[in-house]
């Protein structure tokens, strides 16, 4: 760094741990700073505590359009955290993931194998905030569209510390958004699906089998893939079956 630039002392800090560390370990360091505030409260309190300190989250566009943070729900037993990709319009509306047309669809499919988000599944996505086409038309139904990489990557430590709070025993990622995010790939979907990943969790590192399938939503397009999600299933509860 130049040490005739004029900037705070703030962000020569920031530069200089940058530098020191490189981005990604000071980005871990974030995360697990967080992670050790609110480690002697159970995993209750510390996803509460979580969810206040992201409560009014405007690290990018989508929180000054959004109405409701999606933080995610389910059992805090569960067996698996399925991740979708992000809100849509009636997720915006009820501050809850999946329950559009695709969430009542995604529930059937977890109902095959016995799995439901009261008891035994909890549901999150990778960014937290309604991504829309024109968000001049806030209330236009249909106005969706995936989250871009910046998106996702501002929102990613809100995802990181919830799987190190949550601890999931299993990961099913629901489409390519969420495929490709956590497995750092540039495959799509039907590549990606159909063999368990080790996903290392992003502070500690403990490895649990990450499974990945076709978002509801692409089945609701093509019933064609329906064969493929329910052999995916098959996979999952041969999983559950051995934890
Ligand atoms: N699609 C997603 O990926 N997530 C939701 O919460 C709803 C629809």
Not at 96 to 105: D, E, H, I, Q
Request: charged share 25%.
């Amino acid at each position: 760094m130049p040490s005739d630039l004029k900037i705070s002392a703030e962000v020569r800090n920031a530069i200089e741990d940058l530098e020191l560390f490189g981005e990604e370990s000071l980005y871990i360091s974030r995360v697990e700073e967080n992670i050790k505030k609110g480690s002697s409260l159970s995993k209750q309190g510390q996803l509460e505590a979580l969810y206040t300190r992201y409560g009014n989250c405007q690290n990018c566009a989508l929180g000054s359009t959004r109405k409701k943070i999606v933080f995610g729900t389910g059992s805090l037993d569960f067996k698996v955290l399925a991740i979708g990709e992000g809100p849509g319009y009636e997720e915006d509306r009820q501050g809850l993931p999946f329950v559009g047309k695709a969430g009542v669809l995604l529930d059937k499919i977890l109902a095959s194998i016995n799995l439901d988000r009261k008891t035994n599944v909890y549901i999150a996505n990778i960014v937290k905030c309604h991504p829309m086409r024109d968000p001049a038309q806030p209330d236009l139904r249909g106005n969706d569209r995936a989250p871009t990489p910046e998106e996702m990557f501002s929102c990613r430590p809100i995802l990181d510390q919830q799987i190190e709070i949550l601890q999931p025993p299993l990961i099913l990622c629901l489409g390519s958004v969420a495929a490709k995010n956590l497995l750092n790939s540039s495959q799509g979907v039907s590549q990606l699906r159909g063999k368990v990943y080790d996903f290392a969790y992003p502070v500690s590192g403990k490895k649990v089998p990450l499974l990945v399938t076709y978002h509801p939503a692409a089945l609701l397009r093509n019933e064609l893939l329906k064969k493929d999600v329910w052999h995916d299933m098959k996979v999952l509860r041969d999983l559950i079956a051995k934890l």
